[in-house]
């Protein structure tokens, strides 16, 4: 019983290609994110949803474009893959815009290499 | 974007030491959140604090929120070999409509035999 997963854990793609990330958590939150950890593990948030609307879109290349079927799932999209995008991508949820609380809940990882 | 300065950058120690560590910010949060990473996976909450001056407490981990509202600090008594991991801390300012969390730039921690 996973709270947040993602799939694949690993990815390895050539530059230029298109490939596709996707969360899902069974925690019941409204509000879930993308994150990107660097090789020197700084962690930036990337996006943010809740209950299906954007809401926090930080200065990421109009490469990555988020999608949120559902509340319970956020998928993230990059386009023309480069070797910067190499870097591990975690998804996070919390509770909601509205709870006393931002508690994020992280998910396992999706390790993207680009050769 | 704006980053919290953790400090140290990385800790070595021996098994049963304490260890002590903190976060600042040059703008105030309302939120304190730390969380631990081991390797190959992702951030696990620590502890959350959400009040000025606020002591917490989880197991052999303890966290205070700064009373300037832009300090954080984390102790961990007695450590153990399961603690090897980097902290990071997080900082939110709580308003409608921002939930985003700053992260520190994390803290290595390793026992030494």
């Known amino acids: 019983d996973t709270a947040v997963s993602q799939t694949p854990k690993y990815l390895v793609t050539q530059m230029g290609n298109d490939k596709s990330i996707k969360c899902e958590q069974n925690?019941?939150?409204?509000?879930m994110y993308w994150y990107k950890q660097d090789s020197k593990k700084f962690l930036k948030i990337m996006f943010s949803?809740?209950?299906?609307?954007?809401?926090i879109n930080e200065t990421v290349p109009n490469r990555f474009s988020p999608k949120s079927p559902d509340k319970a799932h956020l998928n993230l999209h990059i386009n023309s893959l480069e070797l910067g995008d190499s870097a591990v991508y975690f998804c996070?949820?919390?509770?909601?815009?509205?709870?006393?609380?931002?508690?994020?809940?992280f998910g396992p990882g999706t390790r993207l290499t680009v050769l | 974007g704006q980053q919290l300065n953790q400090s140290p950058q990385s800790m070595f120690i021996q098994e049963g030491e304490d260890v002590s560590m903190n976060c600042t910010s040059s703008?105030?949060?309302?939120?304190w959140l730390w969380y631990k990473q081991d390797p190959g996976e992702g951030p696990v909450l620590l502890i959350a604090?959400?009040?000025?001056?606020e002591l917490t407490s989880n197991g052999r981990l303890t966290a205070q929120f700064g009373i300037t509202r832009k300090d954080s600090f984390l102790n961990i008594s007695a450590s153990i070999p399961s603690d090897v991991g980097i902290y990071f801390c997080?900082?939110?300012?709580?308003?409608?409509?921002?939930?985003?969390?700053?992260f520190g730039t994390g803290t290595r921690l390793t026992i030494i035999p």
């Open positions: 996070a949820s919390s509770q909601s815009r509205l709870a006393g609380n931002n508690e994020q809940f």
């Open positions: 925690l019941g939150h409204d509000t």
């Open positions: 949803y809740n209950n299906k609307e954007l809401i």
């Open positions: 703008s105030i949060f309302n939120t």
């Open positions: 604090l959400y009040k000025a001056g």
């Open positions: 997080a900082g939110q300012l709580r308003v409608f409509g921002n939930e985003k969390l700053t």
